[in-house]
């Protein structure tokens, strides 16, 4: 008879990857929220029938993966914690670190978020948040003297503005990840130029292009604009085999 189930042999499973296993799960269906505490260590121990080293190691991985924060001896047990953007932004860099997520993945993706978040907030922004967007791009142009550091530091309010103006909580959520894993994985390239200075002042000018094509609530040139220079920011770290992904984005239409 032909086994038309799709069933493929299983592996054998360690009793902490089954407790993790069942504390995401409780998680995922709200069982556990924000806030709750798990039993004690002890009283884990005899819930699911494993020695305290099986106990532990279950909590390591769940606090690896930000889904718990536990302190040894706390007698209230493990607390639940909040989905953090941080959690994503690790778990980006430690693929593409292994190597499972190319580069020029990564910059793709941050290609059409920044695209898509440009296009939506030309759209959606607030008066409110038109002003944080000015305020941070005319805070970038006077911190030129100052140095890469407080110019950056510019650079990401701006675009953290922008995000927020999308009004897409997950675009802005995975948005600041892919630019925290890019940040973390290439050198920064105003560090890096020969004329630090210049590589402000070009990207202060790209950010005023995109900050006016907000204002003026031109979503199409706004998405354009973000990618084209997204690309050209990261575009040459990039080996050239893998930049016709690149090519294609940069030439898509919002």
Same mark, same amino acid.
């Given at each position: 008879?032909?086994?038309? *189930?799709?069933?493929?042999?299983?592996?054998?499973?360690? &009793?902490? =990857? !089954?407790?993790?296993?069942? $504390?995401e799960?409780?998680? %995922?269906?709200?069982q556990?929220?924000?806030?709750?505490?798990?039993?004690?260590?002890?009283?884990?121990?005899?819930?699911?029938?494993?020695?305290?080293?099986?106990?532990?190691?279950?909590?390591?991985?769940?606090?690896?993966?930000?889904?718990?924060?536990?302190?040894?001896?706390d007698?209230?047990?493990?607390?639940?914690?909040?989905?953090?953007?941080?959690?994503l932004?690790?778990?980006?860099?430690?693929?593409?670190?292994?190597?499972?997520?190319?580069?020029?993945?990564?910059?793709?993706?941050?290609?059409?978020?920044?695209g898509?978040?440009c296009?939506?907030?030309?759209?959606?922004? *607030?008066?409110?948040?038109?002003?944080?967007?000015?305020? &941070?791009? =005319? !805070?970038?142009?006077?911190? $030129?003297?100052?140095?890469? %550091?407080?110019?950056?530091?510019?650079?990401?309010?701006?675009?953290?503005?922008?995000w927020?103006?999308?009004?897409?909580?997950?675009?802005?959520?995975?948005?600041?990840?892919?630019?925290?894993?890019?940040?973390?994985?290439?050198?920064?390239r105003?560090?890096?130029?020969?004329?630090?200075?210049?590589?402000?002042?070009?990207?202060?000018?790209?950010?005023?292009?995109?900050?006016?094509?907000?204002?003026?609530?031109?979503?199409?040139?706004?998405g354009?604009?973000?990618?084209?220079f997204?690309?050209?920011?990261?575009?040459?770290?990039?080996?050239?085999?893998?930049?016709?992904?690149?090519?294609?984005?940069?030439?898509?239409?919002?």
């Amino acid at each position: 008879m032909t086994d038309k *189930t799709g069933f493929v042999a299983v592996k054998p499973v360690r &009793a902490y =990857e !089954a407790i993790v296993e069942q $504390i995401e799960q409780a998680i %995922a269906t709200r069982q556990l929220n924000p806030g709750d505490r798990l039993p004690s260590e002890r009283d884990l121990m005899g819930t699911f029938a494993v020695s305290r080293a099986t106990v532990r190691e279950a909590l390591r991985v769940l606090e690896s993966g930000g889904l718990v924060r536990s302190r040894p001896g706390d007698p209230r047990g493990p607390e639940i914690l909040q989905a953090s953007p941080a959690t994503l932004h690790k778990a980006m860099n430690r693929l593409v670190r292994s190597g499972t997520i190319k580069l020029s993945e990564l910059v793709e993706f941050r290609v059409m978020l920044e695209g898509a978040s440009c296009t939506l907030a030309a759209e959606h922004r *607030t008066p409110e948040q038109l002003e944080e967007m000015r305020a &941070a791009v =005319e !805070a970038m142009e006077s911190s $030129i003297a100052g140095g890469s %550091a407080v110019f950056s530091q510019a650079d990401v309010d701006f675009h953290a503005t922008v995000w927020e103006a999308s009004h897409n909580q997950l675009m802005q959520i995975c948005g600041d990840a892919a630019r925290g894993a890019l940040v973390d994985l290439v050198n920064d390239r105003i560090d890096s130029a020969p004329d630090s200075g210049a590589q402000m002042k070009l990207s202060l000018a790209h950010d005023y292009e995109i900050f006016n094509a907000i204002e003026a609530q031109d979503g199409a040139r706004a998405g354009q604009l973000a990618r084209t220079f997204v690309i050209e920011y990261y575009g040459e770290m990039i080996e050239h085999g893998d930049r016709n992904g690149l090519a294609l984005l940069g030439d898509a239409k919002a």
